[in-house]
């Protein structure tokens, strides 16, 4: 399916090997591009549905964007900037992954406590795993082995098979979480829960929780670099800063308002931050822990999920 519409902006043309953020935007329907270099929005395309959730596949040539409004997933062409298909799940799609090696990519239907498997070669619906309650953000190990559900409402993170697409634990948590990140070995899982402010720490093998994190008001994801983790707190409008292995306070940054979608670059030199009620894309020095850039994006950006390419 061809983009249902293309902003042009004034600037250099971009680059397909740019590293950029892909950026969703609730309330403008829309998904920013933006070169992390310059600090710049460089494309913007139309979306409908309000888009919100992100996954990216495996070559992060692909943006797969939940449209909870729409009820859609929606494919995006990352090079190219072009919406290629669309596909109508029903329910409310809202967080995203995808399998680190094979096109495949999970989907949470906050109304119908699911996790939706969509096989991304065809952009169909090959399989359903039940979930708990209004599953928000979803997270796969490395190793492509397990799919973690942060369950909003039951308080508790899914831990599902996904070769047998069974689910093998619920493991409660803090309350109403919502983002899940899990660690670069795959070894533990970091929940930022919406109600409680905190952070609750799971160790993924035993599943078992091993630790909590204070954070600002209403935290929403949590983002690893430099060994710190980065948690984004939506009304404190600060970003609350750890130590990933003692789980110790380190900072709290002063950021922007209502601070959302957090990730960290590949070699986590840095950590960026969507800030719906500004409209900006945050960069943060993970080691400084100073905010080093500011790019305009479109209104009510998200970017719930994984946005770096």
Not at 61 to 89: C, F, H, M, N, Q
Not at 133 to 143: C, E, I, K
Not at 195 to 215: L, N, P, Q, Y
Request: include cysteine; charge should be neutral; glycine fraction near 10%.
């Amino acid at each position: 399916m061809p983009a249902l519409g293309l902003l042009a902006l004034a600037g250099p043309c971009w680059s397909a090997a740019a590293h950029e953020a892909i950026v969703t935007s609730q309330p403008s329907d829309s998904v920013s591009f933006v070169d992390l270099t310059a600090m710049k929005e460089t494309g913007r395309i139309h979306a409908s549905g309000k888009p919100a959730g992100i996954a990216l596949s495996p070559d992060k040539s692909t943006a797969y964007v939940t449209a909870p409004d729409g009820k859609e997933l929606i494919e995006i062409d990352a090079v190219s900037r072009a919406i290629k298909r669309r596909l109508v799940l029903g329910g409310a799609p809202l967080g995203i992954a995808a399998h680190p090696t094979r096109p495949e990519v999970y989907v949470a239907d906050w109304y119908a406590h699911k996790v939706i498997v969509v096989d991304a070669g065809t952009l169909t619906v090959s399989g359903e795993i039940a979930v708990g309650q209004s599953p928000s953000g979803l997270a796969v190990t490395p190793d492509g082995r397990l799919l973690l559900s942060a369950d909003r409402d039951s308080d508790a993170v899914s831990i599902v098979d996904i070769g047998t697409r069974t689910r093998l634990a619920s493991v409660d948590v803090g309350n109403r979480p919502f983002g899940i990140t899990i660690d670069a070995a795959g070894e533990r899982a970091f929940t930022a829960n919406v109600k409680s402010d905190d952070v609750t720490v799971i160790e993924i093998a035993t599943k078992k929780v091993v630790g909590r994190v204070a954070a600002g008001r209403r935290p929403y994801a949590v983002a690893l670099a430099q060994g710190r983790g980065f948690v984004t707190d939506q009304y404190g409008g600060t970003v609350t800063v750890f130590d990933q292995s003692t789980l110790q306070p380190i900072k709290r940054i002063e950021a922007c308002d209502h601070p959302e979608g957090i990730e960290a670059d590949a070699d986590g030199a840095n950590v960026y931050v969507a800030c719906w009620g500004d409209d900006v894309l945050l960069r943060i020095d993970p080691r400084s822990l100073a905010v080093t850039g500011k790019a305009a994006v479109g209104t009510g950006p998200r970017a719930f999920g994984k946005f770096i390419r």
